[in-house]
């Protein structure tokens, strides 16, 4: 073989494996349509994990405020109820006419002190004025 034949063969040689180098790298070069839609569906995976996730902690928080919010119905209603029962023994079986110690509603012990009563009822006694001792009552 003379200079020439290998010269053209190594030039042959040489633009047939640039070819298949150009061919195989652009079959797996990074950032194709295949690895992008590999990492898209991928990232569209880890969002619906996470919005799951999201969804069942506002469901938790849903259940612990609807819970507090039937408890806290609850426990008013009891108040309520202890309320009604006191006023109405207050009002069958006291003899406390000159005086009212209990609000006419039980949303009126909220609103605070009444300027217009006394500073301090008495329920036990209501005619004791303070400066007697126990002995002469």
């Given amino acids: 073989m003379t200079s020439t034949e290998i010269w053209a063969l190594t030039i042959v040689i040489a633009i047939i494996a640039a070819l298949i180098g150009f061919a195989l790298g652009r079959r797996q070069a990074p950032g194709s349509d295949h ?59 006291g003899n406390f006419s000159d005086q009212r110690v209990l609000p006419e509603r039980a949303g009126a012990l909220l609103d605070g002190p009444d300027i217009h009563t006394a500073k301090e009822s008495n329920f036990i006694h209501p005619n004791h004025k303070g400066d007697e001792d126990a002995l002469t009552r």
């Fill in 35 to 93: 690895q992008m839609k590999e990492i898209a569906e991928s990232y569209d995976r880890q969002l619906a994990d996470k919005q799951a996730e999201l969804d069942a902690y506002k469901q938790k928080v849903h259940a612990h405020y609807d819970k507090t919010a039937q408890a806290f119905k609850d426990m008013a209603g009891s108040y309520k109820e202890l309320f009604d029962h006191l006023s109405h023994g207050y009002e069958e079986l």
